[in-house]
């Protein structure tokens, strides 16, 4: 009994921190209407990068800081892949994914692996002021600092002209454009903030898990959806944008919580999670449309 | 206010589906001038509209708009001059935001959108006292979202919003198509109301012969691309839809005996 709560505290804790990621896939795949997929790139990034320049002595929260601009680049170069050279968001953001590996490699000075066994990190910090918090319980407070303010940010940007620009931008294109928006710009800013926030979301998972790995990235863009997805046939899309946002972060808390009971069973290994995300992914995606299946159905046997 | 020279439009040259859309449109509009644009399918009515507004690029000629030269201006540069409505009602309004949301976005066309708070609480004020207007009672739901509205609601919306910021020159393409007659008399009086009291320069395509007899101050006819007929003044008023009908078939040789400017 005691494991399985150590199993589901662990979830908690690891879903609050991907939940930074989650909340950046949101801004393109909920609002701008781009499934990016430069994010499996970029969180790798992140992770790699914050790893190598806390190994090399930096500062943990100053190498976060770099890490996220770093991502913010990387989402740059997706939205000027598409927005200037006209190459469909998919690919742009599959160009920007497998660049980000080489790239990150050579961060990572070939290494495919970077540990962070002895160094400082944000949670050892934390530790060392409060010596009596468990690894688990120091992530989570972490996670759960970062969240809310990047919570906070998220609904203070897309309240102000530029951030309900861009939400118009993913609503309906043609009509912003005619009210004199630039929709280029737009998709660029949201696809710069993305992806610092993903690169951010991959700093400090790497900070708590004590290491980095160039593979670390691979299926990010399916977690993020699975935490939306969660969130939204959970909770509803419901309230205000605060709820939804809050929503996003609980769908990744319950994503963690789903994977860890899964394991529970000896069936399942970690190497069959990926297939479980996408089965996830696709029937919370597809819930809308058998939701109205099922519904047709019932009223035509009414009818008859 | 707006002069349109030599205006030349040709989509997918050198291809099979190469299309002459305009072959040299030349207009020119006083201030206040409210002017109707008729004409069967395909004639250019919506694509000079569409170049006026810089959906796409003009092959040859030039606009002047308010002493400006737009005839290069990107579509989101020319906006703060041009207050659009579109025939289909999901166009002209974002479905997935709010009634004020969308109002606080217009109000604020062609301008530059920066980091304050996308709506005041002195527009929102302002938002009711124009909803009101429409009689709709919208007013009671400006956070409600527009997906929510019918299409005639919608339609009235965007019209308000396109002149809640005094554009320079109105343009309506078949606005009123899509909804049904009531409602198309409604949004049609509405037009006539906002431009009248904001003395607004307009252009709107109609279908309906009628509509573009009775309403404003100038009728001009497209065909293949050109201007063909252009009245104003009494003789205007006095033409009745048999002369239109007239007119078409002149120019097409009786083509547009099943056109559905008939239903007119
Ligand atoms: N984006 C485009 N690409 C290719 N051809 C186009 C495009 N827009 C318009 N055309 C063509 O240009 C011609 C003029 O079209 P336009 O839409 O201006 O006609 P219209 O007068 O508005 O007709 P309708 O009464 O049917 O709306 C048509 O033959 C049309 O097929
Ligand atoms: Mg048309």
Known sequence: MSSFFLAIMGAVSQGVLWSVMALGVYITFRLLDIADLSVDGTFALGGVTTAVLIVKGMNPILALVIATLAGMLAGLVTGLLHTKLGIPAILAGILTMISCYSINLRIAGGASNTPLLKADTVMSFLNDLFPALSKTATSLIIGLILTAAVVAFLYWFFGTEMGSALRATGNNERMIRALGVNTDTMKNIGLVISNGFVALSGGVVAQSQKYADVGMGTGTIVIGLASIVIGEVIFGNRFNFAYVLCSVVMGSVLYRIIIAIVLRFNFFTTGDLKLLTAIIVAFALSVPIIKNKVLQKSAGRKGR | ????????????????????????????????????????????????????????????????????????????????LLGRVFQDPMMGTAAGMEIQENMALAYRRGKPRGLSWGITKAEKKLFREALRTLDLGLEDRMTSKVGLLSGGQRQALTLLMATLQRPQLLLLDEHTAALDPKTAKKVLDLTEELVSRDNLTTLMVTHNMKDAIHVGNRLIMMHEGRIIYDVSGEEKKNLQVKDLLAKFEQVSGGEFANDRMLLA
């Open chain 2, 1 to 80: 206010m707006l002069k349109v020279t030599g205006v030349y439009k040709t989509f997918n040259p050198g291809t099979i589906n190469e299309k002459k859309a305009l072959n040299g449109v030349d207009l020119s509009l006083a201030p206040g001038d409210f002017v109707t644009v008729i004409g069967g399918n395909g004639a250019g009515k919506s694509t000079i509209m569409n170049m006026i507004a810089g959906v796409y690029p003009i092959d040859e000629g030039q606009i002047i708009l308010d002493g400006q030269d737009i005839s290069r201006l990107p579509e989101y540069k020319r906006a703060k």
